[in-house]
């Protein structure tokens, strides 16, 4: 069956970086758009960024444009997001999801990334 497993997460101080990695597993991959997806403390889901199939297109939202950056590997069947100059605003639970309609129709269960000094 499917599965998105996130991790990376963790605590880190304010300016500093975080690498998080999504395994995927039970679908072919390298056909899919994928997405980083987060959710603050007491917040909705923000969208944070997306890469095409063939890694040819990225895009961000606003808040971490320049700072975050998308990538894939698909002969790992993985997805990546380098966090680099984080804000305590950064703080929430990292999802990835697949762009299989309806927005997403897989997630991972996410990774916590704290921010704080």
């Known amino acids: 069956q499917v599965q998105l497993v996130e991790s990376g997460g963790g605590l880190e101080q304010p300016g500093g970086s975080l690498r998080l990695s999504c395994a995927t597993s039970?679908?072919?991959?390298?056909?899919?758009?994928m997405n980083w997806v987060r959710q603050a403390p007491g917040k909705g889901l923000e969208w944070v960024s997306v890469?095409?199939?063939?890694?040819?297109?990225?895009r961000y939202a606003v808040s971490v444009k320049g700072r975050f950056t998308i990538s894939r590997d698909n002969a790992k069947d993985t997805l990546y997001l380098e966090m680099n100059s984080l804000k305590p605003e950064d703080t929430a639970v990292y999802f990835c999801?697949?762009?299989?309609?309806?927005?997403?129709?897989?997630w991972g269960q996410g990774t916590q990334v704290t921010v704080s000094s």
């Open positions: 039970g679908f072919t991959f390298s056909n899919y758009y």
């Open positions: 890469i095409t199939s063939g890694s040819s297109i990225t």
């Open positions: 999801a697949r762009d299989g309609g309806a927005p997403y129709d897989y």
